[in-house]
């Protein structure tokens, strides 16, 4: 059992930077796979940007490659969504979601999450 509490996000300008957070408890933090995903009103949950357990392979949705960047600190147990030129089209609900071993984009494959953190950015 993972337990994921998610921090960082707000009400910004188009344009602006946000970096959210995701701490993690419970079970050995390096085991899992992590995700971020977001669900803006309306839609359905999508895939954001995935990270495996050592932190060298990393995937991205093609709506944010090139803007946003995850890390994750297996130190600290965290991991992290660098979101940076931040669009209207980005504002959504930010979920962190654990994935015991395996790296991928589908949200049926990730065993825990986070409640959520929202990110509101204004055109």
């Known amino acids: 059992q993972v337990q994921l509490v998610e921090s960082g996000g707000g009400l910004v300008q188009a344009g602006a930077s946000l970096r959210l957070s995701c701490a993690a408890s419970?079970?050995?933090?390096?085991?899992?796979?992590m995700g971020w995903f977001r669900q803006a009103p309306g839609k359905e949950r999508e895939f954001v940007a995935t990270?495996?357990?050592?932190?060298?392979?990393?995937y991205y949705a093609d709506s944010v490659k090139g803007r946003f960047t995850i890390s994750r600190d297996n130190a600290k147990n965290t991991v992290y969504l660098q979101m940076n030129s931040l669009q209207h089209e980005d504002t959504a609900v930010y979920y962190c979601?654990?994935?015991?071993?395996?790296?991928?984009?589908?949200?049926?494959?990730?065993?825990?999450w986070g409640q959520g953190t929202q990110v509101t950015v204004s055109s």
């Open positions: 979601a654990a994935s015991e071993g395996v790296t991928t984009t589908s949200s049926g494959r990730y065993n825990y």
């Open positions: 419970g079970r050995t933090f390096s085991s899992y796979a």
């Open positions: 990270i495996s357990r050592s932190g060298i392979r990393l």
